[in-house]
């Protein structure tokens, strides 16, 4: 089974500072891991994602992620927080059976930008 | 081009009435999605269409929950006799193929309340 936890639920930085938001990941085989953005009363939109190539994902918006398999995990990042990047951040991983690409997400992070 | 369309965007409905959710995917994408988001959780997968090929419905979480799609168009969940549980965001997502590397494009969900 796989899964995926974020660590914790609420997130508060300040405009300009760092955005770190945490994502370790649970896989018997190697995963497939993403990472979405849900803006208020909007659809979730594909921030990045890693499917084995290079460890480190660049993303839309500044964002980026490092892939650690010794960590098993997935840490979202962005230099300098802005005040549209207010929103929840779900990390997710997928699980291709043949019969669908089943995406397994974690309770999701929600990201405080404030002045 | 648009995107993923749901419908309606909130519903609100008493404990034991049917309630039937409509999804409309982008034009061309083959897989089709269903998920649930409840209050403070992540995203649970519900069901998963393929074309033509028969649906995947290990999700569903009881024969209360069924979903139809025609070809590759349309999609609706159904819930019958509704229960306080099931209020939640039902989220569709539709992708151009299946495979481990695919990218799920989301709608903007419908928010499901059962008083």
């Known amino acids: 089974a796989q899964s995926v936890t974020q660590l914790g639920s609420h997130v508060s930085v300040s405009e300009g500072a760092l955005v770190l938001l945490r994502c370790n990941y649970s896989?018997?085989?190697?995963?497939?891991l993403f990472w979405y953005v849900q803006y208020p009363n909007q659809g979730l939109q594909l921030l990045l994602k890693y499917t084995s190539a290079a460890t480190l994902v660049k993303g839309i918006n500044g964002f980026e992620a490092e892939f650690k398999k010794s960590e098993t995990s997935f840490h979202l990042t962005k230099p300098s927080a802005h005040m549209r990047d207010a929103a929840e951040y779900f990390c997710a991983v997928s699980r291709f059976t043949g019969g669908g690409n089943k995406l397994t997400f974690g309770t999701g992070t929600q990201l405080k930008v404030e002045l | 081009g648009a995107g993923v369309s749901q419908s309606p965007s909130n519903k609100v409905t008493e404990k034991g009435k049917d309630v039937e959710l409509r999804c409309d995917p982008i034009s061309g994408h083959t897989a089709l999605y269903w998920y649930r988001q409840r209050l403070g959780q992540g995203l649970e997968f519900l069901i998963y269409?393929?074309?033509?090929?028969?649906?995947?419905k290990s999700g569903l979480p009881s024969d209360r929950f069924s979903a139809e799609r025609t070809g590759e168009s349309v999609s609706t969940l159904t819930i019958q006799r509704t229960q306080q549980e099931d209020s939640a965001v039902y989220l569709c997502?539709?992708?151009?193929?299946?495979?481990?590397?695919?990218?799920?494009?989301f709608g903007p969900g419908t928010r499901l309340l059962v008083l």
């Open positions: 269409f393929q074309g033509n090929s028969a649906p995947d």
């Open positions: 997502a539709s992708s151009f193929t299946s495979g481990s590397q695919e990218t799920q494009y």
């Open positions: 896989s018997s085989v190697p995963p497939y």
